[in-house]
């Protein structure tokens, strides 16, 4: 952890917002572990439903494989209880939720019944062409999901995990027609966020089009400053 993570992540309750390819879950997995927030992906719960076979799994599916939105009677109870465990007390990094403005509403009032708010909305912006070209290269490990990118972070050896040895895959959702369903539900979706945040005074937007590690410092600095500044 680094220096002065314990000072930062107190209380921290951070959005990353993010179109599929920007880099958003990069930079979860890079900040949750500099800073010992609780990282919660509503995409990777998702999956975890659909692998365990739940009832709330099967319903998923479907949506999951057409790259559409999983209605919020299903995912909204799955995040809200997620973020209310133990685990989540010091500090929550959000990555992939709220996606519409009902789900950014729903986690207000939760987070107000916890006596919390958000305090960053992190904008990760990224050309859409580009977004394209990452998604279509991106792979993910069997074991433990660490990702790839065929253009930008290859693997050392081609189709193998550098770090647990497992075999790489891409996902159903980052192929065919699906990826450009992603995108269009995105900039329809998700992008009046923007705009939700921006009032509330909590958004921050950041040049995604860097490399990895250069955004990862900008989105540090405006951490930081979120704390300076008294949120
Ligand atoms: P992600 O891993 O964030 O790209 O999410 C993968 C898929 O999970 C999305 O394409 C949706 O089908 C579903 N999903 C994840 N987060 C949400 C959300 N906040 N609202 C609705 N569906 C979601």
Redesign the pocket.
Known sequence: MEKDAEELRKDANIILIGA?GSGK?TQAEKLSLALGMCCV????L??EEVDEQTSLGFKAKE??EK????PDEI?GAI?LERITQQDCLPGILL??????LA?ARTLDRHLQRLGRSIDRAIYLEVPRAELLRRLSGRYLCRANQHIYNMYTSPPKKPGICDIDGSELYQRA?DKGESVQK?LEIFFQETLPLLNYYRKQQKLVTINGYQDIDQVYMDVMHAIRDAFRTGG
């Open positions: 599929q879950s992906s509503s995409g990777d998702l999956r949506y999951l790259g559409a939105l999983v995912l995040v990555d992939g939720f709220p996606r519409t789900q959702d992603r």
